[in-house]
């Protein structure tokens, strides 16, 4: 949540000439509403199950897809059938940071329901951290590299150049 999956997926596609496809830029189209009003009308298992339905879409009928996803994304039960997950790992505080410095920090912030608070958020990091790097095929230190060496990283690790 706030690593950058979007930028990293937007720039990916571009340099090597992919389709790319957001998750909940999906659920939000199919919803016709952004994530976090999904959250406050109709709470997050009826999200989550959205998610379940997306990746069942994307399993069924996407393919040289490069699909960035949604924080929550790793809990549905087909990830490891949709293709090579990247994690882009980086600390709760480099997150944070980021986001909090970034010139809609405001936006970037009110965009994630899950990170309005803190303590909660830094809770959630922390369960979801082991979760992430056991289903990861390629882990990707975004605090300490330049979004080009990311992008040469991933195309190498999956065998794109």
């Not at 009308?41 to 996407?62: C, H, L, N, P």
């Not at 490069?66 to 039960?77: A, D, L, M, R, T």
């Not at 970034?102 to 994630?112: E, G, I, T, V």
């Amino acid at each position: 949540m706030g690593v950058g999956k979007g930028t990293t997926a937007r720039a990916f596609a571009k340099k090597y000439n992919v389709y790319n496809i957001d998750t909940d830029d999906l659920i939000e189209s199919k919803e016709k509403k952004e994530v976090k009003k999904i959250f406050a009308k109709k709470g997050e298992a009826y999200f989550r199950a959205q998610e379940q339905a997306t990746a069942d879409w994307i399993e069924s009928s996407v393919h040289g897809t490069f699909i960035s996803c949604g924080g929550g994304f790793y809990k549905v039960n087909n990830l490891k059938k949709l293709g090579t997950v990247v994690l882009l790992d980086a600390s709760f505080e480099w997150i944070h940071n980021r986001l909090k410095t970034a010139k809609n920090s405001k936006a970037k912030l009110a965009k994630r329901p899950l990170f309005s608070q803190e303590r909660e958020a830094r809770k959630l990091y922390n369960e979801r951290e082991k979760a992430y790097k056991k289903l990861a095929d390629v882990v990707v230190d975004v605090e300490n590299m330049s979004l080009d060496e990311q992008l040469a990283y991933i195309a190498k690790k999956c065998k794109l150049n």
